[in-house]
C-alpha cells in the first residue's frame, strides 16, 4: 500500500485524486509543509511526498506521471509522438495555469505579510484569463486534452480550476466550462473531494 505524505489542502489532493483514479489503496499520513520532519525525505519541506516501498517520490507531478507510468493507466506511453503531446499539456498546465494561481496565493497568505505585493494578483489573473483562451483553443470540441481519455494533464488543469475557483477566478463558458465540469464530475475527484471536506 502506498502512504501519501500531506494534507488534502495541498497539492497531496492531486496525488489521492490519481490513487483514486488508478484504484490504488492508500493511507494518508497528514503532515503539513515546513514541518521539519520532512528534511530528510525533501529538504524544501514540501508536500506531497509518495511513500512507494522503501522509497520515496517528491513533487506532486512527478509523483503522478510515475503512478500513471507504473500503472499503465491514464497516460500514452513514454517515446511516441503522442506522450509528447502529453507532456506538453502536462507543462502547460503547471507553467500557464497553476503558476498564476500559486503565484496569487503566495501574495496572498503564504508569504511573509512583508513581502506580499497584492497588485501582483492582478497579472494573475490577466494571465490566468490568457490561458483559458490558448486551453480554449487546444481543447477545441475533444472531451480531454488528449481526445476520448482522461490523461494526467486533464488531472492537473482540474486540479488548477479547482483552487482557480476556489479564489473567486472565473473559468470562461463554452468548450472550457464544460471540460472543467466534466472532470470534476468524474467519481475519483467527486471521492477525493469528499474526504478532503471529512479531513477539514
Known amino acids: 500500500m502506498y502512504t501519501l505524505i500531506g494534507t488534502y489542502k495541498t497539492r497531496a489532493f492531486r496525488v489521492a485524486w490519481m490513487l483514486n483514479e488508478l484504484g490504488q ?38 509523483i503522478i506521471q510515475y503512478l500513471a507510468d507504473k500503472h499503465g493507466q491514464l497516460t500514452a506511453k513514454a517515446g511516441t509522438i503522442q506522450r509528447a503531446h502529453q507532456d506538453s499539456f502536462t507543462q502547460f498546465a503547471v507553467d500557464d495555469v497553476e503558476l498564476t494561481v500559486w503565484v496569487a496565493a503566495k501574495h496572498s497568505f503564504a508569504l511573509p505579510a512583508e ?36 490523461t494526467v494533464p ?3 488543469l482540474g486540479h488548477c480550476a479547482m483552487w482557480a475557483t476556489g479564489i473567486g477566478w472565473t473559468i470562461p463558458a463554452g468548450n472550457v466550462a464544460e471540460y472543467v465540469a466534466r472532470i470534476h464530475a468524474r467519481p475519483a475527484f467527486q471521492a477525493t473531494l469528499s474526504a478532503r471536506k471529512a479531513a477539514a
Open 154 to 156: 486533464d488531472l492537473l
Open 115 to 150: 513581502l506580499r505585493v497584492p497588485d501582483v494578483k492582478r497579472a494573475c489573473v490577466f494571465d490566468f484569463d490568457r490561458a483559458m483562451k490558448s486551453l480554449s483553443v487546444r481543447l477545441a470540441d475533444r472531451p480531454y486534452v488528449m481526445g476520448e481519455n482522461f
Open 25 to 62: 489503496p492508500f493511507e494518508m499520513d497528514p503532515t503539513g509543509p515546513r514541518d521539519p520532519k520532512l528534511f530528510e525525505i525533501n529538504p524544501s519541506l514540501k508536500v506531497p511526498v509518495l511513500k512507494d516501498g522503501d522509497d520515496y517520490i517528491i513533487d506532486s507531478v512527478a
